[in-house]
């Protein structure tokens, strides 16, 4: 929080040292990346904390209901299917660039192949696959599935963490001046643009001063949301998971799985009550201060010089993740995709629900329902992704 205040303070300073330097590089970018540096010199113990569990399981959730309080369902349809396009593309860049990574790698270093049974590189892959397109509970099926060994998936998680979180800092860092991407892209923003201006323009017809009652009421209702959603959605998955394994693929015995669904869903229901006029004392900018603390907890869980443990899979990823924004490139490209479509069908699939959010809320607090719309469909996606992906590479290259 000490962080967050202080990034927040120099960015709203007028002293012109801090004025050049917000000029370039976005704050939410700083929030990201000052616990990275704290965590990566040991100055604080990122893997042993619990602050990413609790942001990630109480704050995200509440976060995601106070944003969507005002949300205009109708709008959000209006975006199209180029934002579902755009999701699907970044699946398929995932599935195709694991197999092409490899290959190009082990035309220069043929080492990266080695490895007898468990310890195959290809094996490893697949948990990244699953990762990228579903989450950590469909990286644990690939993991069941593919039988990478514990010492060969410890050096995957640390492949995945550290690409996924430098193309997310990418997507953050453009996220605050998407006009050169989406001018390259040759993009056609005017839903997106008529969406943040219409809830703009609602926003301020019923802003009013916050009194300490409505502050109470506001946390009140999105702590409540998320407390009867941690709930039903352990219930659910816990039903699931014992009378219908069969379902298991879907990550539907997952309970963050049913906590991200339901908290959306009630903050969506909230928003043709009442409850909706709670954005005009500050319901978004409460979720968004939540939403800023999970940016700074997945901060703290980067270790920058893990690269440096294994070069060679490194590699590997950034390649991957290299062949899947150029997939999307083109395809957004040939389709006048706004950038906010890349961005958020890109998280949906690596980050996922966790993160989603995040980026696209960078772009406007009332774009995040759609990132975490696009995230959840990437549960359902994702095991089946990762699997195909997993095949290509023991076709490739399994021994």
């Known amino acids: 929080m000490g962080i967050l205040a202080l990034v927040f303070y120099t960015a709203s300073s007028n002293h012109p040292i801090f004025k050049a330097i917000y000029r370039f590089v976005p704050l939410v970018l700083l929030c990201y990346f000052l616990p990275a540096l704290l965590n990566t010199f040991g100055l604080i113990p990122g893997a042993d904390s619990q602050l990413y569990f609790v942001a990630s399981r109480y704050l995200l959730p509440t976060s995601l209901v106070l944003l969507t309080l005002s949300?205009?369902?109708?709008?959000?349809?209006?975006?199209?299917?180029?934002?579902?396009?755009?999701?699907?593309?970044?699946?398929?860049?995932?599935?195709?660039?694991?197999?092409?990574?490899?290959?190009?790698?082990?035309?220069?270093?043929?080492?990266?192949?080695?490895?007898?049974?468990?310890?195959?590189?290809?094996?490893?892959?697949?948990?990244?696959?699953?990762?990228?397109?579903?989450?950590?509970?469909?990286?644990?099926?690939?993991?069941?599935?593919?039988?990478?060994?514990?010492?060969?998936?410890?050096?995957?998680?640390?492949?995945?963490?550290?690409?996924?979180?430098?193309?997310?800092a990418f997507l953050l860092y453009w996220a605050g001046k998407p006009e050169l991407p989406d001018r390259l892209l040759k993009a056609d923003t005017s839903a997106i643009t008529s969406l943040k201006e219409k809830v703009e323009k609602y926003?301020?017809?019923?802003?009013?001063?916050?009194?300490?009652?409505?502050?109470?009421?506001?946390?009140?209702?999105?702590?409540?949301?998320?407390?009867?959603?941690?709930?039903?959605?352990?219930?659910?998955?816990?039903?699931?998971?014992?009378h219908y394994p069969g379902l298991k693929p879907y990550s539907l015995d997952s309970g963050f799985f049913w906590l991200v669904v339901l908290a959306?869903?009630?903050?969506?229901?909230?928003?043709?009550?009442?409850?909706?006029?709670?954005?005009?004392?500050?319901?978004?900018?409460?979720?968004?201060?939540?939403?800023?603390?999970l940016v700074a907890t997945i901060g703290m869980q980067m270790?920058?010089?893990?690269?440096?443990?294994?070069?060679?899979?490194?590699?590997?990823?950034?390649?991957?993740?290299?062949?899947?924004?150029?997939?999307?490139?083109?395809?957004?490209?040939?389709?006048?995709?706004?950038?906010?479509?890349v961005a958020i069908g890109s998280q949906a699939n690596v980050g996922g629900a966790a993160s989603a959010p995040i980026v696209a809320s960078a772009f406007h607090p009332a774009l995040a329902p759609v990132g975490v719309l696009l995230a959840v469909l990437g549960y359902g996606v994702g095991t089946y992704g990762a699997y195909i992906c997993g095949i290509l590479l023991r076709l490739a290259f399994g021994n």
């Open 264 to 293: 959306t869903t009630g903050g969506l229901v909230l928003s043709f009550t009442g409850a909706r006029k709670l954005e005009g004392v500050g319901a978004s900018r409460m979720g968004s201060v939540l939403l800023y603390v």
């Open 71 to 168: 949300i205009d369902l109708k709008s959000v349809l209006k975006l199209g299917p180029k934002a579902l396009i755009m999701f699907l593309t970044g699946t398929s860049g995932i599935i195709l660039g694991g197999p092409v990574a490899l290959y190009l790698v082990a035309l220069v270093y043929p080492g990266v192949l080695g490895g007898v049974g468990a310890e195959e590189t290809w094996r490893g892959l697949a948990t990244i696959a699953g990762s990228w397109i579903g989450g950590s509970a469909n990286q644990t099926a690939m993991l069941e599935v593919f039988g990478a060994s514990p010492i060969l998936f410890s050096q995957m998680i640390a492949v995945d963490v550290i690409v996924a979180n430098l193309w997310m």
């Open 303 to 341: 270790d920058l010089k893990a690269v440096l443990d294994n070069p060679v899979f490194f590699l590997v990823g950034f390649i991957w993740m290299i062949f899947h924004i150029l997939f999307m490139s083109v395809v957004a490209f040939l389709i006048k995709a706004p950038f906010f479509y």
């Open 203 to 242: 926003q301020l017809s019923i802003m009013k001063i916050p009194s300490l009652s409505d502050t109470m009421t506001i946390l009140g209702l999105g702590f409540l949301v998320t407390g009867i959603s941690h709930f039903f959605g352990n219930a659910i998955a816990g039903y699931i998971g014992e």
